[in-house]
T-cell receptor, first 112, second 111 residues
Framework: SQQGEEDPQALSIQEGENATMNCSYKTSINNLQWYRQNSGRGLVHLILIRSNEREKHSGRLRVTLDTSKKSSSLLITASRAADTASYFCATGTQGGSEKLVFGKGTKLTVNP | EAGVAQSPRYKIIEKRQSVAFWCNPI?????LYWYQQILGQGPKLLIQFQNNGVVDDSQLPKDRFSAERLKGVDSTLKIQPAKLEDSAVYLC?????????FGQGTRLTVV
């Protein structure tokens, strides 16, 4: 079963605008990760936030985590056409080795 | 550093036939995952290995799917017999700690 649920399912914005995607999950986690998938390709890891962290930055990416609400958000600032992709959150629940459970994803389209 | 290698990239088979996918993870990565991704959906974990032991195979349809990771390195995923609903992209990933590295996937079409 899938742990994370991304919202919205689809998002269309203009180049230069910010894009915000949300992820909700159900059970306790060790960490939450965001991945990007370009059409027809494999997933690429973007950023990881641990359960004891509240916010993390990496370049134009900003991730927040609220464990009390079991939710996370991914903000992409100053979006580019090359950011067009599907974005997935994955919850890591460590029980010997990291178990990664993915949500259904947000399809982001950045229009030039 | 070489990435996760998967083969073949594409496969078309008829229903009831068998098919096998191969994955070579990044050297030194103890954890190996197989995911099934149906078009428009997120990846669904089929099986997870830690070295050559199975950590989780709760969502693997064991009546038709099997996977092995001999010597804790390469892995194969087999489907026998295939059904139409098995049409999907099969993704292999490996990890050393928390971050997973994915291969390009094998796109399976069952006709």
């Amino acid at each position: 079963s899938q742990q994370g649920e991304e919202d919205p399912q689809a998002l269309s914005i203009q180049e230069g605008e910010n894009a915000t995607m949300n992820c909700s999950y159900k059970t306790s986690i060790n960490n939450l990760q965001w991945y990007r998938q370009n059409s027809g390709r494999g997933l690429v890891h973007l950023i990881l936030i641990r359960s004891n962290e509240r916010e993390k930055h990496s370049g134009r990416l900003r991730v927040t985590l609220d464990t009390s609400k079991k939710s996370s958000s991914l903000l992409i600032t100053a979006s580019r056409a090359a950011d067009t992709a599907s974005y997935f959150c994955a919850t890591g629940t460590q029980g010997g080795s990291e178990k990664l459970v993915f949500g259904k994803g947000t399809k982001l389209t950045v229009n030039p | 550093e070489a990435g996760v290698a998967q083969s073949p990239r594409y496969k078309i088979i008829e229903k009831r036939q068998s098919v096998a996918f191969w994955c070579n993870p990044i050297s030194g990565h103890a954890t190996l995952y197989w995911y099934q991704q149906i078009l428009g959906q997120g990846p669904k974990l089929l099986i997870q290995f830690q070295n050559n032991g199975v950590v989780d195979d709760s969502q693997l349809p064991k009546d038709r799917f099997s996977a092995e990771r001999l010597k804790g390195v390469d892995s194969t995923l087999k489907i026998q017999p295939a059904k139409l609903e098995d049409s999907a992209v099969y993704l292999c990933a490996s990890s050393l700690k928390a971050e997973a590295f994915f291969g390009q996937g094998t796109r399976l079409t069952v006709v």
